[in-house]
């Protein structure tokens, strides 16, 4: 089974500053896809960025970015230029693409980020 | 176009009582998957949908949680009876089908169980 981690229970960083967001995961598998959702005290998950697993080009949205490590099994979130609507919960997540069988999405436990005016 | 709607918001219940939630997913997604997020924690898969049929309910606790996808669009979601460790929030998401990754979900209900 896989599992997700995410070791960053709490984050905080200044507006305007770049913060990294670690993620990491245990799989067996070779083709896989990484996610970045957000979550705001609404509660609603909202996706920030995928990666694909084959892609050795790490996923790039905007200000959001990622740092995917794949021998290492590592899959940071970089969000640059902070906002105070960055604020939220962080959750890294897993999905099996070989495997139609296989296709719930796997979380980590979240960081919950903090954006200091 | 709308996203995943889900109702209601909140729902405070007795233990021993009934709940449902409903789950309308974006227009034309055939996926439809109900989570289960405790608190402090990362959601977890209850059961998936494609189209009508439930392909994965093997988190799904079957002696008090039922669900239901009738024509293969919006999705009910039932507790009976409900416990007090059935507090969490429940949360819907749909995705086009199986060879598109992405997940997009609802705002989720919250139920508190006293």
């Known amino acids: 089974a896989q599992t997700v981690t995410q070791s960053q229970p709490e984050m905080s960083v200044q507006e305007a500053e770049t913060v990294t967001l670690s993620c990491t995961y245990d799989?067996?598998?070779?083709?896989?896809?990484l996610f970045w959702y957000k979550q705001p005290p609404s509660r609603q998950m909202i996706l920030v960025i995928r990666q694909e697993a084959y892609k050795q080009q790490n996923a790039t949205e905007n200000r959001f970015s990622v740092n995917f490590q794949k021998a290492a099994k590592s899959f940071s979130l970089k969000i640059s230029d902070s906002q105070l609507g960055d604020a939220a919960m962080y959750f890294c997540a897993y999905r099996s693409a070989g495997n139609f069988g296989n296709e719930k999405l796997t979380f980590g436990t979240g960081t919950r980020l903090t954006i200091i005016p | 176009e709308a996203g995943v709607v889900q109702s209601p918001r909140y729902k405070i219940i007795e233990k021993k009582q009934p709940v449902a939630f409903w789950c309308n997913p974006i227009?034309?997604?055939?996926?439809l998957y109900w989570y289960r997020q405790n608190l402090g924690q990362g959601p977890e898969l209850l059961i998936r949908?494609?189209?009508?049929?439930?392909?994965?309910d093997s988190q799904l606790p079957k002696d008090r949680f039922s669900a239901e996808r009738l024509k293969g669009v919006d999705s009910t979601l039932k507790i009976q009876p409900a416990e007090l460790g059935d507090s969490a929030v429940y949360l819907c998401?749909?995705?086009?089908?199986?060879?598109?990754?992405?997940?997009?979900f609802g705002p989720g209900t919250r139920l508190t169980v006293t």
């Open positions: 799989t067996s598998e070779s083709d896989y896809y």
């Open positions: 998401a749909s995705s086009l089908g199986r060879t598109t990754p992405e997940q997009y």
């Open positions: 949908y494609e189209n009508e049929e439930a392909v994965d």
């Open positions: 227009s034309g997604h055939n996926t």
